[in-house]
Each structure stands twice: as structure tokens, then as C-alpha cells.
């Protein structure tokens, strides 16, 4: 995930913006697996191509890494302390133009391996508010069955409570009936 936010507008509805950064090959999974999670407003899709950006880069990283080199054989031959100091700037300053360089190529390179999805959310005004104006059959349906289910589970968990007192009580009823039994044998004429 690339980046995160969560906000609360004045009437109570919660935004969100979360701005994903996926593989290319990815891109079209992950849109397909985020339809129908909300109603779609609006689409935008977006390619930028950096090709230009990418040639010149790498030409520049190219020449740059032989100024480099150039620069640090000139080095080994130098013989005065003072050529040796004006290459070591000239040296110093090459270098970190080549990290600049590289650096960029390596942003270029995550542009053009990731896609960036960006998803706005918003609550809808009429969940906002807790309003059930618009219930609708499928609606009581649900709540019906949640009721139902939850019901169903309270009745599991009284019994599973209840188990082992019976278990124990029904032991105990049976070790009465036998003792009774058998002293009703004893006494039998």
C-alpha cells in the first residue's frame, strides 16, 4: 500500500483515500476484485509514458560512469600533489552526479513496474445518519435470518453451558436407579 487517509466531514460521514501501488501485471486483478465493494462514481485511468525519460537516463548513467572512470585513471597518473587534489573534487562532483542519475533511473524504474490505483470511500449520507427510511424486503430478509442465526447460536452456547451439569445429574440418576433396583431385588420374597 502506498498511502492512507481517514477523515470525518461535518455531518458525520468518515471519507477515506487509500492510494495503492500495485505490479503492472496486477493492475487489472486488482481493479476486478474492488468492483462491487461500493458504487462507482468515477473512473479515471491515466499512462504516462516515460520511455524518452527512461533512454536519456540510462545515456546519461552510460557517459557518466565513463567520465568516472576517466576521471580516476587520470588519478592513478597524476603526479603532483596539486592535480591529484583538483581531481579528487573533479572526482567527488562526477560521483554524485552519477548517484543523482541513478537514483532517478530507479525512480523510473518503480514508475514503470507499479501501477498507482487511487480510492476515494465515502459513507453514505443515509448511513451517516442511521436513517431506515428505505428498508426494503431483502433488508428485513437479512435481519430476520441474523436474528435467527444469532438466536440458533445463543441456544448452542446455554446448552454447551447446561452439558456437563446433565451429564453429571443423569450419572447420578442412574447409579440411584441401579442402587434402588437392587435393593428392591434384596428385599423381593
Known sequence: MGNESTSRDDEGRESSRVVLRVPQDTYEDVLKSLEGTGRLLDR??????VTDQVVDVESRVKSQR???????ELMDKATKL?????????????QADLESLLAQRASLKDRTSMA????????????????DDDTTLGDALAGGWDAFVTGLRWIAIALAAILPFAAAATLLLLLWLRRSHR???DNAP
Open 44 to 49: 479515471e485511468a491515466k499512462a504516462q509514458d
Open 183 to 185: 435393593n428392591q431385588g
Open 116 to 131: 498507482t490505483i487511487t480510492l476515494s470511500l465515502t459513507e453514505s449520507a443515509r448511513k451517516a445518519d442511521g436513517g
Open 82 to 94: 596539486s592535480d591529484v587534489v583538483s581531481l579528487e573534487g573533479e572526482l567527488s562532483t562526477r
Open 66 to 72: 565513463a567520465s568516472v572512470t576517466r576521471v580516476r
